[in-house]
């Protein structure tokens, strides 16, 4: 039973940005620091990527770990409406899958970046993450890069 009154939950649902989140925001200043630019949210693309670095051909992904199933620590179902959840999170994999898909046929290299991997505790852990970053951008022939999570 949910704690919340239906008004409240719907209150609370709606403050939940899909933009400008706390992760997108670091990793834009750490790629601005860098000395990258970009765009950010191109709706030209297919599902609008975070950020477009077109000098180096990427689309870059900042995923929420619940929003986008990614299976860590962060990513817990909730303890209601079970189903519901399930199949949203699950169609919300299937048109990430399909956007990156669509984006390495315009000839987009993609990079993934995780929730949890830039929740890093350390100051040290966020260097290194960034450092990954930095490589995956420059140096990848890989279609798809998945910046995965640090141990803490």
């Known amino acids: 039973m949910d704690v919340l009154t239906p008004a409240q939950r719907q209150l609370n649902m709606s403050r939940i940005r899909g933009r400008n989140t706390k992760p997108e925001l670091l990793v834009r200043s750490a790629l601005h620091a860098m000395g990258f630019r970009f765009r950010i949210h191109v709706r ?13 051909n990427v689309a870059i992904f900042v995923n929420g770990c619940f929003w986008h199933g990614h299976g860590c620590h962060l990513s817990k179902l909730p303890a209601t409406r079970t ?10 994999c299937v048109r990430d899958s399909r956007a990156i898909q669509q984006l390495h046929l315009q000839g ?45």
Not at 83 to 92: G, L, M, N, P
Not at 113 to 137: F, K, Y
């Open 108 to 152: 987009w290299r993609v990079i993934v970046l995780w929730e949890c991997s830039i929740r890093a505790v350390t100051p040290e852990g966020l260097i290194r993450t960034w450092a990954r970053l930095r490589t995956a951008i420059c140096a990848s022939k890989s279609r798809l890069v998945q910046i995965p999570m640090l141990k803490r």
């Open 44 to 56: 030209t693309l297919p599902g609008s990527p975070d950020l477009v670095l077109r000098k180096y």
């Open 83 to 92: 189903e519901f959840w399930r199949t949203k999170i699950s169609d919300t």
